[in-house]
């Protein structure tokens, strides 16, 4: 667990910062006591180039309790990527952190309190989960929280999906136990909050030209030579994460590569993606399916397997072979031969499909 120190003004007002992972949940300020600060605007914005996502999200409060307190900020960011920074405005004046030992930060974070300071303390519960403690948050103080983080797309058949996480919810589990959060960081999610949110992507380079979309959100998408940005419809509010849909990528046709230059380091970094034209298969195949079917399976993951399974039948030929196989803590066999790829077959087959389950 990484951990960061932040200078105000001066080395003695120092504000902390921890750092962790968990799975993506909702953003929101609240006071440790459990009572809820006014969240005024939430506004997104990235950049796809190539296989890489930077987005920045920038989030402003103000305390409206008439309290004098310390809250708890718990934002997400999206499932395997790295946090790039986080920054807190009070009242205007910016702050920004350095990394410290896990003691000393919590350490400075007290002392700071201690000295009527506002410090910060970020910490990382779990993949994708973070949370920070502002201390001091005196009433009519407005709290201005961005932070940015970089996460590399990758192809998933013939298109790339992005998914923005926007929502706390309890369908990640117990807040506690799976998010592992401490009982002062842990909300009650809302069903009646409605949070305007402004989002836009810029899509650049080859990508630009694919085909975009959202399946959950109403989007406009305006056109430049090389470039498409993408935006949500007015209206929007933080009540479901965003997905972006690019199909159709003219990048999957050939091979590119972006490089950047690290003035600190002196060094420079490439990303390359190896696209090689591969010959279809000619001749026919005998291929045997096993499923995985333990608990661990339940809910999304076996109907994505599901879908999955689907879109293999599809392709196998009237020349082709194809036997299926279940486990979880037993294997079953559904067809213990190979069976040839004709109609009846394949029915039979995308039967097994439909009644497979964890």
């Not at 920074?85 to 952190?97: F, I, M, P, R």
């Not at 919590?106 to 779990?126: F, H, M, R």
């Not at 509010?237 to 972006?244: A, Q």
């Not at 333990?294 to 082709?320: H, K």
Request: one cysteine or more.
């Amino acid at each position: 667990m990484a951990y960061f120190h932040s200078d105000y003004h001066q080395e003695k007002n120092a504000m902390a910062t921890a750092l962790s992972f968990y799975y993506p949940t909702e953003p929101g300020v609240f006071a440790s006591h459990g009572q809820s600060i006014s969240l005024k605007s939430v506004s997104i914005k990235g950049e796809i180039k190539g296989l890489s996502l930077k987005l920045s999200v920038r989030q402003s409060y103000q305390n409206d309790t008439g309290e004098n307190l310390e809250i708890v900020y718990v934002f997400p960011v999206a499932y395997g990527c790295e946090l790039m920074g986080l920054k807190v405005t009070h009242n205007g004046k910016a702050k920004t952190g350095k990394v410290y030992p896990k003691k000393t930060a919590w350490q400075k974070y007290e002392e700071a309190i201690d000295e009527g300071d506002s410090p910060i303390l970020v910490e990382t519960n779990s993949p994708g989960l973070f949370t920070a403690n502002l201390g001091n948050v005196l009433p009519g103080d407005e709290i201005q929280v961005e932070y940015s983080y970089f996460e590399l797309l990758k192809f998933e058949v013939d298109q790339i999906r992005v998914v923005v996480p926007t929502t706390v919810a309890p369908r990640y589990g117990d807040l506690k136990e799976t998010g592992e959060l401490k009982e002062h960081e842990s909300i009650e999610p809302s069903l009646t909050a409605r949070y305007p949110l402004e989002l836009a992507i810029d899509v650049v380079g080859d990508l630009a030209e694919s085909s975009i979309s959202s399946p959950n959100h109403s989007i406009e998408t305006s056109f430049a030579p090389g470039l498409a940005t993408v935006a949500l419809a007015n209206g929007a509010i933080m009540d479901r994460d965003f997905v972006l849909i690019l199909k159709r990528v003219k990048a999957l046709e050939k091979s590119f590569a972006l490089c950047a230059y690290d003035p600190v380091e002196k060094r420079h970094a490439v990303l390359a993606s190896f696209c090689p034209t591969v010959p279809g298969l000619t001749e026919p195949i005998a291929l045997k399916i096993l499923v995985d079917c333990s608990g661990s399976m339940a809910g999304s993951s076996i109907a994505e397997a599901v879908r999955g399974l689907g879109s293999v039948i599809d392709r196998l030929t009237p020349d082709d072979y194809v036997a299926y196989s279940r486990f979880g803590s037993d294997v079953i066999h559904d067809s213990r031969k190979l069976l040839r790829c004709d109609s009846k077959n394949l029915r039979i087959l995308r039967e097994f499909v439909s009644q497979t389950d964890a």
